[in-house]
């Protein structure tokens, strides 16, 4: 099988790239590697340097066509950013991907992944927040993934483009073996970054400590690289046997607060983090934590690694033999 994957090269692209290669499939990565590195592919792939919004990308990566599918990570990712550039944030999450869908048209490509988020849901009305909720995003990033997923709809209602929209929760965590993990440039995610000032004495930005949560601050539901990494394959398993266009959510169902979050980095690291307390930041909701019923009662699947320590301990292990990344 051959499956085209955007933003292949970056933490979870690659994960997924790995274990496509490793089952022995033809893969073609596009990515800028703007914010990725090279080094996290494995040997096999095929890379394509450029963009999703590039028409002659898409020409020479789908001309023929013998791709079966494509998996589309490629995007922006940062919710406080996107509220200080929004153009930027709805130009690559928004309107170059439907070049994609143009091309996918063109060639006859007809299954797509795309990666979407809980960010899409906004402050949520109960928890677990299920699929069905209202979407209400706080930040254009979040209505980036959002919009995309009803042009999909709009995609396979016109042209039967058939798509799995992943709602993910809180990536996080390092392959077992600590051979491969997460290296955002720059980096933005807690675990990492609270794991970097427990190592260097630095200090650790906490953003808000007066939401409506248990302690005050942002509460958050994080799923394993590996389980994610998991899902993807099922997701395409199922859109190659015939599943028609849906949205899941990918997550533990557990919500832990940023606090709980530092403390388990600090005792894993064994050091204490020098923590600044600041205000809210704009744009991020207070708690998202994920339904998981129908993860489990339709796809039949539940998470094998997300508990909060063993994603912790693995992070560790991946940035205590990688203190620079790739």
């Keep these: 099988m051959k499956v085209v994957v955007t933003g292949g090269a970056g933490y979870i692209g690659s994960h997924v790239v790995r274990r496509l290669v490793g089952r022995g ?61 929004p153009g930027k944030y709805l130009t690559n999450n928004l309107v170059k991907p439907v070049v994609m869908l143009e091309a996918m048209v063109k060639s006859g490509v007809n299954k797509l992944i795309f990666s979407s988020s809980a960010g899409i849901y906004g402050n949520p009305e109960k928890l677990p927040i299920w699929e069905d909720h209202s ?31 992943l709602r993910y929760f809180n990536a996080a965590g390092a392959e077992v073996g600590g051979k491969y993990g997460e290296a955002h440039i720059p980096e933005s995610h807690i675990i990492p970054l609270a794991i970097e000032a ?11 400590t007066d939401y409506p949560t248990a302690d005050g601050t942002c509460v958050r539901d994080y799923i ?27 997550g533990s169902g557990k919500g832990w607060t940023n606090r709980q979050v530092l ?22 909701a207070h708690t998202l934590v994920a339904g998981v019923e129908k993860m489990k009662k339709e796809w039949g ?9 063993e994603i912790v301990r693995s992070a560790w292990e991946w940035h205590s033999g990688h203190p620079e990344g790739y």
């Excluded at 427990?198 to 808000?208: M, T």
């Design 25 to 85: 499939d033809k893969v073609v990565v596009i990515d800028l590697l703007e914010s990725s590195s090279e080094k996290s592919l494995p040997e096999g792939v095929e890379l394509v340097k450029g963009d999703v919004g590039d028409r002659g990308v898409w020409e020479r990566v789908l001309g023929g066509s013998d791709v079966n599918a494509i998996l589309h990570f490629a995007g922006y990712i940062q919710a406080g950013e996107s509220v200080l550039e």
């Design 135 to 165: 979407k209400r995003p706080t930040n254009p990033y979040g209505v980036t993934k959002w919009l995309f997923e009803e042009v999909l709809g709009y995609y396979d209602r016109k042209y039967g483009i058939k798509s799995v929209s």
């Design 198 to 208: 427990a190592k260097s004495g630095g200090e650790f930005k906490l953003f808000g």
């Design 224 to 250: 394993h690289i590996e389980d994610l990494g998991e899902v993807h394959l099922l997701a395409l398993e199922k859109l190659l046997g015939g599943a028609q266009t849906d949205a899941i959510n990918v």
């Design 263 to 284: 403390e388990m980095v600090e005792r894993v690291v064994g050091k204490k983090i020098n923590i600044r307390e600041g205000p809210q930041r704009a744009g991020d």
């Design 301 to 309: 699947w539940e998470p094998k690694h997300s508990d909060l320590a």
